[in-house]
């Protein structure tokens, strides 16, 4: 199995770290400094997690260190936010907040139902052809919808619900496996299977562990993003990438 994959030209792990409740800490600070010493290598954010402070602690925590990763985050969640003068505006307070010239990966939070996707997607790969966005991804989105904004700006990741107990998006991760697109799966622990425990009892791993290694193994475009503020608990998440899942076991939890 593939220990990394590729966002545009960063080839990085494939186990990344959700932060939609990390707030402005010290304590989170150095969280977030002892997680990219543990190896990760993305971090996921968005303008509306915890009021912004999600972003303005990552952008403290990672001011000041050698090593960085990528950072993504989003913006257009809410109904409207679609709009080129509202996304505009997020987009400038995720830089701010973030503390970079340049987004590594950006993605548009929703679809708005009131503004055309164009518009949307546009605007972003207006802010990608002045060098401020790096990367453009896409959340809770189709096929229809990805192609679409393909003929706009090259999407790099799509990020929707996806898990062993939801996999409504089977489609989705089968069209970005075939383009070479990260498809990054949110809440990617939550699992309701009968023979989940016996499993990881005969690999000597958590539940959680056998579910990223579910994850990982339904596709090489997969990057899961558990969310976590222990250090601990993202020490196991890294560790389930080295978990070789027979096909008996894959087949079983499929």
Same mark, same amino acid.
């Given at each position: 199995?593939?220990?990394?994959?590729?966002?545009?030209?960063?080839?990085?792990?494939?186990?990344?770290?959700?932060?939609?409740?990390?707030?402005?800490?010290?304590?989170?600070?150095?969280?977030?400094?002892?997680?990219?010493?543990?190896?990760?290598?993305?971090?996921? %954010?968005?303008?509306?997690?915890?009021?912004?402070?999600?972003?303005?602690?990552?952008?403290?925590?990672?001011?000041?260190?050698?090593?960085? @990763?990528?950072?993504?985050?989003?913006?257009?969640?809410?109904?409207?936010?679609?709009?080129?003068?509202?996304?505009?505006?997020?987009?400038?307070? %995720?830089?701010?907040?973030?503390?970079?010239?340049?987004?590594?990966?950006?993605?548009?939070?929703?679809?708005?139902?009131?503004?055309?996707?164009?518009?949307?997607?546009?605007?972003?790969?207006?802010?990608?052809?002045?060098?401020?966005?790096?990367?453009?991804?896409? %959340?809770?989105?189709?096929?229809?919808?990805?192609?679409?904004?393909?003929?706009?700006?090259?999407?790099?990741?799509?990020?929707?619900?996806?898990?062993?107990?939801?996999?409504?998006?089977?489609?989705?991760?089968?069209?970005?496996?075939?383009?070479?697109?990260?498809?990054?799966?949110?809440? @990617?622990?939550?699992?309701?299977?009968?023979?989940?425990?016996?499993?990881?009892?005969?690999?000597?791993?958590?539940?959680?562990?056998?579910?990223?290694?579910?994850?990982?193994?339904?596709?090489?475009?997969?990057?899961?993003?558990?969310?976590?503020?222990?250090?601990?608990?993202?020490?196991?998440?890294?560790?389930?990438?080295?978990?070789?899942?027979?096909?008996?076991?894959?087949?079983?939890?499929?």
């Amino acid at each position: 199995m593939n220990r990394t994959i590729r966002i545009g030209d960063r080839e990085i792990s494939r186990i990344g770290l959700g932060t939609n409740r990390l707030t402005e800490t010290p304590a989170n600070i150095g969280f977030i400094r002892a997680a990219v010493e543990a190896g990760i290598d993305m971090i996921d %954010s968005a303008h509306l997690y915890t009021g912004g402070a999600s972003e303005r602690t990552i952008g403290a925590a990672l001011a000041a260190t050698p090593r960085r @990763p990528i950072v993504a985050t989003k913006g257009g969640f809410a109904r409207g936010e679609g709009k080129r003068a509202l996304l505009a505006e997020q987009i400038e307070q %995720s830089l701010r907040a973030l503390r970079v010239d340049r987004i590594d990966l950006y993605y548009l939070h929703r679809v708005d139902p009131d503004t055309p996707l164009e518009e949307s997607v546009g605007l972003i790969a207006e802010y990608r052809a002045a060098g401020k966005i790096d990367n453009v991804g896409l %959340s809770q989105v189709g096929v229809a919808e990805i192609e679409s904004a393909q003929r706009i700006v090259p999407i790099s990741a799509v990020q929707n619900q996806f898990n062993l107990a939801e996999r409504g998006w089977d489609e989705v991760v089968d069209y970005c496996t075939s383009q070479g697109i990260a498809f990054v799966p949110f809440f @990617p622990l939550r699992a309701a299977h009968p023979g989940l425990a016996e499993i990881a009892r005969r690999n000597g791993t958590s539940p959680s562990q056998i579910t990223l290694a579910w994850l990982l193994r339904r596709s090489p475009q997969m990057l899961p993003i558990p969310g976590t503020l222990s250090i601990e608990h993202l020490r196991e998440n890294v560790a389930a990438i080295d978990i070789e899942l027979s096909d008996a076991e894959f087949d079983a939890l499929s």
